[in-house]
């Protein structure tokens, strides 16, 4: 009885797959070389990066006020280094953990980084500080923001 369910099943999973199987074809994508040089992909479709962790900083004893007065400072930040094409992700971690959110920087080395963390007001007052990495990811991420502006019903 055993083996009977067993080619039932087996008969009844790869029998759609025989008979629809001969007409499954995967296309082959198009590769757009002129986007991927706009974009600076390498031959993989790749390119370099810096990730930042932001992590909880050591002096995380402002009231609910300054805190309110950093994260707006924090977030006008962003959205300068983003308009400014340095910025090519940024966003929290909804957890609580020490880890607080990323960024990704649009730049070559972590000194280029370095600087550019360090104009974020919640580093200068030790509300975060900041852990870097060179990074290498899809050449795509260079299309989030302009995607992402034609997004948002309000704004922060």
Same mark, same amino acid.
């Given at each position: 009885m055993k083996i009977c369910k067993l080619v039932t099943v +087996?008969? %009844?999973?790869?029998?759609? &797959?025989?008979?629809?199987g001969q007409n499954l074809e995967l296309q082959p994508i198009e590769k757009d070389t002129s986007l991927a040089r706009e %974009?600076? @992909? !390498? !031959? /993989?479709? *790749?390119? $370099? /990066?810096? *990730? @930042?962790? &932001?992590k909880a900083g050591p002096n =995380?004893? $402002?009231? $609910?006020?300054?805190? *309110?007065? +950093? $994260?707006? @400072?924090?977030l006008d930040n962003i959205t300068r280094m983003a308009n400014e094409g340095m910025l090519v992700l940024a966003g929290p971690f909804l957890d609580d953990g020490e880890i607080r959110g990323i960024y990704i920087f649009d730049v070559k080395t972590i000194e280029e980084a =370095? @600087? +550019?963390?360090e104009t974020d007001p919640a580093i200068q007052a030790g509300r975060l500080v900041m852990e870097l990495h060179p990074w290498y990811g899809s050449a795509a991420l260079m299309k989030v923001n302009e995607i992402h502006n034609r997004l948002p019903a309000k704004d922060f």
């Open positions: +087996l008969f %009844l999973s790869v029998f759609p &797959l025989f008979l629809f %974009l600076g @992909a !390498d !031959d /993989y479709g *790749m390119r $370099q /990066y810096v *990730m @930042a962790f &932001l =995380r004893s $402002q009231s $609910q006020e300054e805190a *309110m007065k +950093l $994260q707006k @400072a924090h =370095r @600087a +550019l963390t």
